[in-house]
């Protein structure tokens, strides 16, 4: 099983972009699906995850301009990103926790794909 993550770039503040992260393998199910940043010099932290239900939940400091969204027919969690602000600059990896055939229940993280936001 891979998370194959896509999406990031450079961007003005006030613009927008939608990462992308697809499960691959021998994927059976997912369960939590959730997106982590790192600034440079800082710690990671959780930016949003959505549950198998389909329940969100979102950091204080992306509230209202991030959003988690979910295709299981695809394996894919998706972030919309809208009004970005230089302090989303990070590196964005996405994360979900799979069960196949061959290794059970896992968490699994994905490669990371830069967001940069300047003008």
């Known amino acids: 099983v891979q998370l194959q993550a896509s999406g990031g770039g450079l961007v003005q503040p006030g613009g927008s972009l939608r990462l992308s992260c697809a499960a691959s393998?021998?994927?059976?199910?997912?369960?939590?699906m959730d997106w982590h940043r790192q600034a440079p010099g800082k710690q990671r932290e959780l930016v949003a995850l959505i549950m198998a239900g389909g329940s969100t939940t979102y950091a204080d400091s992306v509230k209202g301009r991030f959003t988690i969204s979910r295709d299981d027919a695809k394996n894919t969690v998706y972030l919309q990103m809208n009004n970005l602000k230089p302090e989303d600059t990070a590196v964005y990896y996405c994360s979900a926790d799979i069960y196949s055939v061959s290794t059970g229940w896992r968490n699994y993280w994905g490669q990371g794909t830069q967001v940069t936001v300047s003008s």
């Open positions: 393998g021998s994927v059976v199910t997912i369960n939590t």
